[in-house]
């Protein structure tokens, strides 16, 4: 188990370049298995879960080629299905959420598809049934393995339909969206996920001949085609890395730039953030935060009430940065509601900051009230484990604020999302090193 420790209190200063987004990452690269031709990605985050599911695609068969920094080329045009049944699969691919999104391509081209019980993050449960019941709809046999854990699907052939998903899931509807392209006649999927990685997804099955549209909306129309070519598709920045710099740098009283952010993608994450009181300056596509000398301020409502940052779905505010702007609020002029709507137990990481002397009520599982300290009182250092990406990368950012030597312990977790952390922390004058443990 790895190791950071964080030297806390001191100013940061420069640029700093978001990755690519993890969570388009897991969508685009099952993707390159609807077609037996070459696949170009660029921008892919060199981070361990999407590492692991490159490895997943070279042991099902596809041919995968670095060709620079972060930039690959994919073949699938001799897959092992054999593979999906080994016990193989079944170790590697329950290690890591992402590979569900394997199962809607594989169904579609070769009429099978099958998953163990994915693993990932402990931040409450991840229901697997829009995905399942998508493909039932699809004319898809649904068929689950209790003693192993292991889910399959497999269809003949699928068939267009309509259906409305029970829930807007981003990874249910890519799941779909891969295994509608190469059905027979017209699907049509109502209250879809609308998130920018989704519609990335489905400009690049566009731009491989798929005919899709809708795409943005929660309502899309996919005609079936026979076959899938092959493309080049370059991902978006991570908005969830984004909006941890701009934490970052609140926090820490730094003046950061953070370079090439596709603000048009961002979605509420500026305005969330400006009513933080957060000074958030758009040049050209960077983000500019000057260093908040006098501290930053929550606005109330327009009556007077306590501001309430909450989740919802695209385009609501992401259940991603939800940890990020609770650990801002500690220091902000202010009190606010945070309501995590969407995952019970992302919260309780909370206890942590409590320790560092942070004011936080935390109400019920999905529920804390912060009273920020305006900075009159600085977080103390203190040893903490990574529970999940998300409130790893919160605690990170509380312990570079705070007083004082802090250890944070189970750092897979933050490298699970966040990539060469360290080096690019280091580069912008934070104190921070990494101890490799047993």
Known sequence: MGTFIIEGGHQLKGDIQPQGAK????????????????????????????NKLIALLKNIGVK??????????????????????????????????????????LLARFGQGYIPKPGGDKIGRRRLDTHFEGFINLGAKFRYNRAEHFYGVEADRLVGTDMLLDEASVTGTANIVMAAVLAEGTTTIYNAACEPYLQQLCKMLNRMGAKITGVGSNLLTIEGVDALGGTDHTMLPDMIEIGSWIGLAAMTKSELTIKNVSWDDLGQIPSVFAKLGITLERRGDDIYIPAHKDGYEIQNYIDGSILTVADAPWPGFTPDLLSIVLVIATQARGEVLIHQKMFESRLFFTDKLIDMGA?????DPHRATVMGHDFKSQLKATTMVSPDIRAGISLLIAA???????????IEQIDRGYQHIVERLQKIGAKITRVEGN
């Open 359 to 363: 004011k936080i009520i935390l109400c």
């Open 23 to 50: 969570n388009e990452a897991l969508q685009i690269l099952c993707a390159v298995l609807l077609t037996p031709e070459v696949v170009t990605i660029n921008n892919i985050p060199d981070i361990i879960d999407i």
């Open 64 to 105: 995968v080629a670095k060709l620079g920094e972060g930039s690959y080329s994919f073949q699938a045009d001799a897959i092992n299905l054999d593979y999906l049944q080994s016990a193989e699969f079944k170790k590697d691919g329950s290690g890591l959420r992402g590979s569900i999104m394997m199962v809607g391509p």
């Open 400 to 410: 570079l604020s705070a007083k004082g030597t802090s250890t944070i312990h189970n």
